[in-house]
């Protein structure tokens, strides 16, 4: 089973809207983090926002927001008033605690393609 | 150093040669990660090592790929025999402990390109 499902190949938004990039993972550890990051074309990656399963609130950070959902196992990324510099690729990421099958290791979504129009 | 630094960021091989990557992960960090990105994909995880050790090779894809860490800072991955389907970026990131909530910080990469 993959560990990260992003169903979304491509969005699209229009300047100054908000967009939310889905994510699902599959684990059966408790203890996990979950993270955004964010590709332009450039290649870089970029860290954008990080949530860990025990944390009680949606993490936050500027305009990115995390909608966590444990109990469905989603983690999208809420983009508030988007920028065209926020046209790029989006990665949701896992990494599981010691009792995951894959621990200490960063294991990637296949990406969304975010583009934004003026 | 200020960043994660990877070397050279474009190598043009033929097939069959041998190739190494290097990596200079950040200062401190302990833990440190290859990873392999074709266009269009996400990262696809090669390895990871904890200081010299590799704690996870399960990514790599065959006997040809290797990696080493021998003091626990640079660390260089090693390709024999290339092959035009290992053209690809990869990349390299450290964090400082390696715990769950350690976001990695990523190198510009190296572009692999086998003809």
């Known amino acids: 089973a993959q560990k990260i499902t992003q169903t979304q190949p491509g969005m699209f938004v229009q300047e100054k809207e908000a967009v939310t990039l889905d994510c699902t993972y599959d684990t059966s550890d408790q203890s996990y983090g979950l993270f955004w990051y964010k590709q332009p074309s450039s290649g870089e990656m970029i860290f954008l926002i990080y949530?860990?399963?025990?944390?009680?609130q949606n993490a936050t950070e500027g305009r990115y927001s995390l909608n966590f959902q444990k109990a469905r196992k989603s983690a999208n990324l809420v983009i508030s008033a988007s920028q065209l510099g926020d046209s790029a690729m989006y990665f949701c990421?896992?990494?599981?605690?010691?009792?995951?099958?894959?621990?200490?290791?960063?294991?990637f979504g296949q990406g969304t393609i975010l583009t934004v129009h003026p | 150093g200020a960043g994660v630094s990877q070397t050279p960021s474009n190598k043009v091989t033929e097939k069959g040669k041998y190739v190494e990557l290097r990596c200079d992960p950040i200062s401190g960090h302990t833990a440190l990660y290859w990873y392999r990105q074709s266009l269009g994909q996400g990262p696809e995880f090669l390895i990871y090592?904890?200081?010299?050790?590799?704690?996870?090779d399960s990514g790599l894809p065959n006997d040809r790929f290797f990696a080493v860490r021998p003091e626990g800072s640079v660390s260089t991955l090693k390709i024999q025999r290339t092959e035009r389907g290992d053209s690809a970026v990869y990349l390299c990131a450290s964090s400082l402990t390696g715990s769950t909530n350690e976001k990695l910080f990523f190198g510009s990469g190296t572009q692999l390109s086998v003809l």
């Open positions: 990421a896992m990494r599981e605690g010691l009792g995951g099958t894959s621990y200490g290791k960063l294991t």
């Open positions: 090592f904890q200081g010299t050790g590799a704690a996870d």
């Open positions: 949530q860990g399963s025990y944390d009680e």
